[in-house]
């Protein structure tokens, strides 16, 4: 028996199909895991490290907007807005939140004791209360600290070496990262060590740096060490440009500021730590816990010295630190 459909019918057939395809591409998504990303920077700044981080989810066989997918919130430089986020993205119900900084670390950890949370920061995640301990995190966080030991002491100490006149040096810290306290004390007693007169100034934006740079000619500076943060490494240009303007050899933990001008870098790859938060993400989406995951801690450490800047400020670097460098600019 053949059977008939009017024109009237099949409009109305395929009306229904058409006005079913968006439940079914909803569906689809919400069954797609989804990953919380936190940072209290902006993402032009951030988008080296936000590639790793899904290079590392990618090698656990996550890919955005195949298998996973990202919810981004940005802080745009007001760590004040970090708690709201976070809480944002518990709401959401996110699988797991990867949190980039101390200050979104510390906000993730307030907002849940439940969703896991993968962590990049550069200060010590016990004495923050992040974790419990470094090779048993215990509870629902785990990540990469980007602090080896004695990172800053070493910064000095290569700074020394590079400029042995200077007898006055001035350590950049940002007063709103929740390490700032600590990295003072370290560079205060990594100076006297060397017996040298050391000055903290602070600045936590962008019109905070020009002043900064003023202060340190004001007070005779001869060198700077800039701590770890995520505000100094988003204005890393902008830092690089006014030490040039300055004539101020300066030492940071990326080597990117090098590549920008800047003297000189020693610390771990901060890319390669967001791909490890990555994996974590990816191994925590398969079904491992926070609990059993140890905190990740650096163990090479990079050394970037940029001769032309050198040369430029009338320096010359030692030679048994060119032949350590992992990478010498010229």
Do not use: C
């Amino acid at each position: 028996m053949t059977v008939t459909i009017g024109r009237r019918e099949l409009l109305a057939a395929l009306g229904v199909a058409a006005a079913a395809w968006p439940l079914a591409a909803r569906a689809q998504q919400a069954a797609m895991l989804v990953v919380g990303f936190l940072n209290s920077e902006t993402p032009t700044g951030w988008a080296p490290n936000v590639a790793a981080f899904r290079k590392g989810l990618s090698e656990t066989g996550f890919v955005e907007g195949r298998n996973v997918a990202i919810e981004y919130r940005w802080g745009e430089g007001h760590t004040d807005r970090l708690p709201a986020l976070a809480a944002d993205l518990v709401r959401r119900q996110v699988a797991v939140i990867a949190a980039a900084g101390a200050s979104s670390s510390l906000a993730a950890k307030a907002a849940t004791t439940t969703i896991p949370i993968v962590f990049s920061a550069g200060i010590d995640p016990v004495a923050a209360g992040l974790v419990a301990s470094l090779s048993r995190p215990t509870g629902n966080v785990t990540g990469v600290t980007n602090l080896g030991v004695e990172l800053l002491q070493k910064q000095v100490e290569m700074l020394h070496e590079v400029v042995p006149t200077a007898t006055t040096v001035v350590g950049l810290v940002n007063p709103t990262f929740p390490g700032s306290e600590a990295q003072a004390r370290d560079l205060q007693a990594a100076a006297r060590k060397l017996g040298l007169e050391l000055h903290v100034v602070y600045a936590s934006s962008e019109r905070d740096l020009d002043t900064a740079f003023e202060t340190m000619v004001r007070l005779g500076a001869a060198a700077l060490v800039i701590g770890v943060d995520p505000f100094f490494y988003s204005r890393r240009d902008q830092i690089a440009a006014l030490a040039i303007r300055h004539a101020m050899p300066a030492v940071f933990y990326i080597r990117e500021l090098v590549a920008a001008g800047a003297l000189m870098s020693y610390g771990p790859s901060v890319t390669d730590g967001y791909r490890q938060v990555g994996i974590y993400a990816g191994r925590i989406l398969k079904g491992e816990k926070p609990a059993d995951l140890p905190v990740v801690q650096p163990t090479k450490f990079e050394l970037v010295i940029n001769l032309k800047t050198a040369k430029a400020l009338g320096l010359d670097v030692p030679l048994f630190l060119q032949q350590r460098a992992d990478e010498v600019i010229e």
